[in-house]
């Protein structure tokens, strides 16, 4: 590692990400090291801010597919709240975060990081914005005081985002329950199952998503729940399952939400740093951030 850090052509991405002081920044990361909101129960969810840090150590700033040097990318690093924050002090400091950057990442935690943030941002203005998730599951459980990772698609909804204004790409069979299928189907909200995301194109599918809610919204937030791919891929991620989707299909899906305007900001959740094997859940959480930030690369030279 220490012949990486001393040659001057092989930028880390860590680097890039520790030096990101930018006043006047293009993206903004925090770290939300939150795990008690978590169905699974003990969760290590609120290690992986730090060790998505610690892995973007062994990845550079250059994305070769796509020809796209994050390097350029204005960035600020907020740093990690303190651990377990309470939804307040998410809401708080997301809507600080964010203030006058394109695009924000979160960086989780488990995936009940999403209703205080999106909240955060919104504000006043909840029916203003759409909400994107990539995930297994729908998240619509109902809940008792602060939800939890299960319920935050359904206290979105319940505290005034329009239920047609979100779209769910990913969900698993055999993984949710009728009821809160019926559920979705009542509130209006679209869901794109696992199978007919591999019966189509990732691409296509999101981008027909964001065509469709951009009639309606000014601003889109996207989830990004890692438990979406098939467990071989992720096996820190509890809710992950066989039959999920790839890799390449989450970083294609984070390059086009970092690559369209309306998309202010993104979280990347449901990884349990310490269930993790050879850092393999952890580094697709690290390239999701570096694929989000090659899309905005190419939103602000359009």
């Not at 801010?49 to 907020?78: C, F, G, Q």
């Not at 299909?249 to 993104?266: H, I």
Request: net charge negative; proline share 5%.
């Amino acid at each position: 590692m220490n012949e990486l850090t001393r040659d001057v052509n092989w930028p880390s991405a860590a680097d890039w990400l520790r030096k990101g002081g930018a006043v006047h920044a293009d993206l903004a990361v925090l770290g939300v090291p939150l795990s008690v909101t978590s169905l699974t129960q003990p969760s290590g969810a609120h290690e992986t801010p730090a060790t998505v840090r610690r892995r973007l150590a062994r990845l550079t700033t250059y994305h070769s597919e796509r020809d796209v040097d994050v390097a350029t990318v204005r960035v600020r690093d907020a740093g990690d709240l303190n651990h377990q924050p309470t939804g307040r002090q998410i809401a708080d400091a997301v809507s600080t975060t964010a203030a006058g950057v394109p695009l924000t990442v979160l960086v989780g935690g488990d995936n009940g990081v999403t209703f205080p943030a999106m909240l955060g941002l919104a504000g006043d203005e909840l029916p203003a914005w759409g909400l994107v998730t990539l995930d297994a599951h729908h998240d619509v459980r109902e809940y008792e005081g602060r939800p939890g990772n299960g319920s935050v698609v359904r206290a979105l909804v319940d505290h005034g985002l329009p239920g047609n204004q979100v779209v769910q790409l990913g969900i698993a069979g055999f993984s949710n329950s009728a009821a809160y299928r019926r559920w979705c189907e009542e509130a209006g909200i679209e869901v794109v199952t696992a199978a007919e995301v591999r019966f189509g194109s990732i691409e296509d599918i999101l981008s027909e998503a964001f065509d469709r809610l951009a009639l309606a919204v000014d601003h889109i937030y996207v989830d990004l729940d890692i438990d979406v791919l098939d467990s071989a891929y992720a096996p820190a991620c509890p809710g992950a399952r066989p039959g999920g989707l790839t890799p390449g299909e989450l970083f294609a899906a984070a390059y086009l939400a970092g690559g369209n305007r309306r998309v202010r900001a993104m979280d990347i959740v449901e990884v349990d740093a310490i269930a993790d094997v050879n850092h393999r859940s952890v580094d697709v959480a690290a390239l999701c951030l570096l694929n989000a930030a090659a899309g905005l690369h190419e939103r602000l030279r359009r």
